[in-house]
């Protein structure tokens, strides 16, 4: 069985200021790992993923997360937030599901907000 | 641009009154998935293909139908929503058989129950 803690249901920060949103993750293999980003009434979209390969991922709009297996931690950081970050953030952990087929688990997801 | 689109982008039905989502991609994935999603909540997985191949989620509701006529389509059919079933649905697809399996999701289709 796997499962994802997203550890703090709503971050606040003001904009130029490093963004920090955490993630914890449970799963019996070796996991790959994502974070998706959703603003209002929008689709998710991919921000970054974890594969097995580097530690440090970096993704888009200068985020980047760190994969810790003895912490088994994926957070999600940016040294400094824009109002255009504002939107609800979702840790993401996957296994193949049917053949060939993937399952999301889905952590309950982060809202950040970012203020002037 | 390769991408997933759904249409409508809002959809205002009656209750008990039969209405179709439609779903169509770009990226030539095997697989398709269908979530809904309520306010303030993570997408649930209703069910998805794999090819032709139809996989539904256990608790999904019968009341929830799906088509697959081509790889490019796929709908998902509500047969007589309630009031209950007013969420965002959201369709996805990825790429079968490959890691890391990451999912690319459409816009949505935001359904009012009127």
């Known amino acids: 069985a796997q499962s994802v803690t997203q550890l703090d249901s709503h971050v606040s920060v003001s904009e130029g200021t490093p963004v920090l949103l955490r993630c914890n993750y449970s799963s019996s293999y070796s996991p790959s790992l994502f974070w998706y980003v959703q603003h209002p009434n929008k689709g998710l979209q991919l921000l970054l993923k974890y594969t097995s390969a580097a530690t440090l991922v970096k993704g888009i709009n200068g985020f980047e997360a760190e994969f810790k297996k003895s912490e088994t931690s994926f957070h999600l950081t940016k040294p400094s937030a824009h109002m255009s970050d504002a939107a609800e953030y979702f840790c993401?952990?996957?296994?193949?599901?049917?053949?060939?087929?993937?399952?999301?688990?889905f952590g309950t997801g982060t809202r950040l907000q970012v203020t002037l | 641009d390769a991408m997933v689109i759904q249409n409508p982008r809002y959809q205002v039905t009656q209750f008990g009154k039969p209405v179709t989502l439609s779903c169509s991609q770009t990226l030539n994935h095997n697989v398709m998935y269908w979530y809904q999603q309520k306010s303030s909540q993570a997408p649930k997985l209703l069910f998805h293909?794999?090819?032709?191949?139809?996989?539904n989620e256990a608790d999904t509701p019968d009341n929830f139908q799906s088509r697959r006529p081509n790889t490019s389509f796929c709908f998902l059919d509500i047969r007589s929503p309630g009031l209950g079933d007013a969420a965002m649905y959201l369709c996805a697809t990825s790429s079968g058989g490959r890691v890391p399996y990451e999912q690319y999701f459409g816009p949505g289709t935001r359904l009012t129950v009127t």
């Open positions: 993401v952990v996957t296994f193949k599901y049917t053949g060939t087929a993937s399952k999301l688990t």
């Open positions: 293909y794999y090819d032709k191949d139809f996989n």
